[in-house]
């Protein structure tokens, strides 16, 4: 099983829907979690960190289900621009100071 | 914003050379790190160092590659012996802690091995 699984897609979504997708990971020793986004043949950037409760950043909510082993991204009020590939991203503390990256889920708003 | 800058943004080297892959980390960031990333895969790593040694490396990261911080500034990763299978982008990225905290990438160098 891989350590980080996610739906390559594509996500087609229309300009303004919501979409959400998730991520699974395989250890549960797990620690940290991030999305990041990744344009096509650009660097990844930092979305946002996933915290326990949850959180939200504008039109961006991330969740964490431990039990489950998933995070979830949700955008609501899709933008032509948040057509990216979103890279589901953990740290588990046993590996030591690496990340690592699911293969990304690929969103596509249109208008 | 701060960045990490890598050079060049595009190295294309016969098979068997050596190439050098230049990144120069944010200022005040003491962990560095290579990624690398095949076209159409998944972003791996590669090697994190601090205080100036290899703190961790990945199974991809064998004999043939190296780092180095020659200097206060900038972080190099070398591949002596390029084979074809080297071609992809990689990505150069610093943070201030270790330990899964925030990484900022570079943005990359596309290295093509013909």
């Known amino acids: 099983r891989k350590e980080v699984e996610q739906d390559p897609g594509p996500f087609n979504v229309p300009e303004g829907a919501t979409v959400a997708f998730n991520c699974t990971y395989s250890n549960s020793a797990s620690q940290s979690f991030f999305w990041y986004r990744q344009d096509c043949r650009k660097e990844p950037k930092l979305l946002m960190s996933?915290?326990?409760s949850g959180n939200e950043d504008g039109r961006f909510t991330a969740q964490l289900n431990r039990a489950s082993q998933y995070i979830s991204l949700l955008i609501r009020d899709s933008k032509l621009s948040d057509s990216a590939t979103y890279l589901c991203v953990v740290w588990i503390k046993a590996a030591g100071n690496k990340l690592t990256f699911g293969g990304g889920t690929r969103v596509l708003v249109k208008p | 914003e701060p960045e990490v800058t890598q050079t060049p943004s595009h190295q294309v080297t016969q098979m068997g050379q050596e190439v050098i892959l230049r990144c120069v980390p944010i200022?005040?960031?003491?962990?560095f790190y290579w990624y690398r990333q095949i076209l159409g895969q998944k972003v791996e790593f590669l090697v994190s160092?601090?205080?100036?040694?290899?703190?961790?490396k990945s199974e991809i990261f064998d004999d043939q590659f190296s780092v180095e911080r020659p200097d206060g500034s900038n972080f190099t990763l070398k591949i002596r012996s390029t084979k074809l299978e080297d071609s992809a982008m990689y990505f150069c990225a610093s943070s201030e802690g270790g330990s899964g905290t925030r990484l900022t990438f570079g943005s990359g160098t596309r290295l093509t091995v013909v």
């Open positions: 200022s005040n960031h003491l962990y």
């Open positions: 160092f601090y205080n100036n040694e290899i703190s961790e």
């Open positions: 996933v915290y326990s």
